[in-house]
């Protein structure tokens, strides 16, 4: 299925929930279509159950009765008063309907309410269309790491260190 097949997403139909440890079969089914290498189960549930960590899954109903299936997680860490985005993504056919925006603003009030001041992520530097939504949410560039990334290809894409600060409204 591609975006096109699905109506517009309404605000009611989509839920941010807490991940706990029972999610992390359908976390790693998502890494697994967006990722590679993928988080495994059993990384994925080790990651839910470590105390300095955040989870969030996005569910989407399909129809108003229709049973809520999941389309997206976010990841992250709190150490001391910073915090990092670990990993993120939404599955293709709800992507560009806000919902990465949706998890990364649920991470971001996650860590401030805990004492984290700056929340860090990396990206690919090729990956435009996280590029944008990041610079949407006030993350800014505070490094790079050429050749980070190795494709399935065998290109190497650099990674991009980001940063913003959470006292700060977007």
């Not at 994925?44 to 809520?68: H, I, N, Q, T, Y």
């Not at 996650?110 to 700056?118: D, V």
């Not at 050749?147 to 260190?161: I, V």
Request: glycine share 8%; aromatic share 8%; with cysteine.
């Amino acid at each position: 299925m591609t975006t096109n097949d699905y109506p517009p997403i309404e605000d009611r139909y989509v839920s941010l929930l807490w991940a706990e440890p029972e999610a992390a079969p359908d976390i790693a089914k998502l890494h697994a279509e967006l990722f590679d290498p993928a988080w495994d189960i059993d990384a994925v549930r080790r990651m839910l159950v470590d105390p300095c960590a955040s989870a969030l899954v996005a569910k989407v109903r399909l129809r108003e009765f229709g049973p809520p299936v999941p389309a997206g997680f976010a990841l992250g860490r709190v150490a001391a008063d910073e915090a990092e985005i670990l990993s993120i993504g939404v599955s293709a056919p709800f992507q560009r309907r806000g919902l990465g925006r949706r998890l990364a603003e649920g991470l971001s009030r996650a860590a401030k309410s805990i004492g984290a001041n700056r929340l860090f992520l990396e990206v690919a530097a090729d990956n435009e269309s996280a590029r944008q939504l990041y610079a949407g949410l006030g993350f800014t560039e505070v490094g790079r790491r050429p050749g980070y990334y190795e494709r399935r290809d065998g290109a190497a894409a650099d990674a991009l260190t980001l940063s913003r600060d959470l006292n700060t409204t977007t």
